[in-house]
């Protein structure tokens, strides 16, 4: 009988593909021969928590075979009321961040997975939820807490551990808390970013359990306000931008704050994904700027904060209408060659579970569905706005239904669409 060993390469690699992990570390224990040639599969992706047993775990893995990882998964957990015992961060673990054993690291992805809904108190007299984020913080208290509090702690440890990386090139932030730390203010960490290639801000959003959310704190307002001067800004050497907001981010007005994008910053970018962000003038401007830089623009999931009635205490200060925005974005003359726009809830049910406040579906949204299924070349490009009180995203039924029917924002994403295609014709025909 012929043994896995006999076959060529090329063919054993296509079998190993078809494995789960668990088989091909079961298959690489059983011999020498297989340990080698597994372990560029085995250690490309590793996965490190700040449990000390854990992070000693993986340093010994990446001190042997530290030159097949590509990527890292940080998941850093934290108990409640939990008092500093430094170092917070494992040594191990921060050996690891540093990147000194793993040369050929391109992705870091960090997670903070504190139980903020708990109704236990962190840092504050005030409880968990989104109170953490109730006020904007002095460089002081900043201190003063990351001295006191082993979750704050945490973040600053392993943002100074990270920003020693010579490495990454791809930073993903899952849930990302917005927090400040010490960290982001050393150079240390500035020139970090400037080594990056692409990034992804994923925001954390909560509710206080009886409906307020995150987006009703001025901390959280003011620490996505400063997005630009503290990260943006060092970000020159950034291609891909992704910005993921729970709670949108977007326009001037009762509980918004603008997209935090500088025209002048992030020269190199060239592709930029927002979803459940408010279209309005600072990104209009942004894009502008970057007009022949930028090739690929996704807007999918975004909102118009435009109102037909301005006197509407809900309604931001600076809306415009989808049409607006995508003539603007045309009139610049872009380089596109790639656009993505549209809500996919009316099309696909399951694609996004918005958080509009409806207990049913209106008819007129029920309309729009079924002409969304009869022409997939249609686009539902949304209106909402924020809850004055609560912070909820709402879907606003009157605009929505004049919008689509006037049609002026889908012909408008069509000669966009258009000078987009011909631009792509053009790049493939110059290949």
């Not at 009886?210 to 003011?222: I, P, S, V």
């Not at 994008?261 to 970057?290: A, M, Q, T, W, Y």
């Not at 039924?397 to 987009?420: C, H, I, S, Y």
């Amino acid at each position: 009988m012929a043994s896995l060993s006999a076959l060529p390469p090329e063919l054993a690699s296509q079998v190993f593909q078809l494995l789960e992990a668990g088989d091909i570390i079961s298959l690489s224990v059983t011999c020498k021969y297989w340990r080698a040639q597994l372990a560029p599969d085995i250690f490309r992706a590793i996965r490190l928590t700040n449990d000390e047993r854990v992070a000693r775990s993986v340093l010994s893995a990446v001190e042997a075979h530290g030159q097949y990882t590509t990527s890292i998964e940080f998941k850093s957990r934290c108990g409640l009321n939990a008092e500093l015992m430094p170092p917070a961060l494992p040594p191990a673990a921060v050996k690891v961040l540093q990147g000194h054993l793993t040369p050929n690291l391109k992705t870091v992805s960090i997670n903070f997975d504190y139980d903020y809904g708990s109704d236990e108190a962190w840092d504050t007299l005030e409880g968990g939820s989104i109170y953490v984020f109730r006020d904007a913080e002095t460089e002081e208290y900043i201190r003063e807490r990351e001295e006191a509090w082993q979750w704050r702690a945490l973040m600053n440890e392993t943002w100074r551990a990270l920003a020693a990386n010579m490495h990454v090139r791809e930073l993903i932030i899952d849930n990302f808390v917005t927090k400040w730390t010490s960290a982001f203010r050393t150079q240390e960490f500035r020139q970090f970013l400037s080594r990056l290639e692409s990034a992804s801000f994923d925001f954390l959003g909560l509710d206080n359990g009886a409906g307020w959310r995150t987006n009703t704190m001025g901390g959280y307002l003011e620490f996505i306000s400063e997005l630009d001067s503290s990260f943006f800004h060092h970000m020159t050497g950034l291609k891909h931008l992704t910005i993921i907001a729970s709670d949108p981010i977007g326009l001037e007005g009762h509980n918004h704050t603008p997209l935090a994008l500088n025209p002048g910053d992030l020269p190199l970018l060239e592709s930029l994904k927002i979803r459940r962000c408010f279209v309005g003038p600072e990104l209009v401007s942004f894009i502008e700027e970057h007009a022949q830089v930028l090739k690929s623009l996704d807007v999918k999931d975004c909102v118009s904060g435009f109102s037909t009635n301005p006197a509407d205490f809900d309604s931001a200060d600076d809306g415009i209408t989808w049409a607006e925005f995508f003539d603007a974005v045309y009139e610049a003359e872009p380089a596109l060659t790639d656009l993505n726009a549209g809500f996919g809830y009316l099309r696909n049910e399951d694609e996004l579970e918005p958080d509009y406040r409806f207990e049913d579906e209106p008819e007129n949204f029920q309309e729009i569905r079924r002409k969304l299924k009869a022409d997939p070349s249609l686009r539902w490009l949304v209106y909402g706005y924020i809850d004055d009180k609560y912070g909820w995203l709402c879907l606003h039924d009157e605009a929505n239904d004049e919008q689509f029917g006037r049609g002026k924002d889908q012909m408008a994403f069509n000669r966009l669409m258009g000078l987009v295609i011909e631009n792509a014709a053009k790049a493939k025909h110059s290949l």
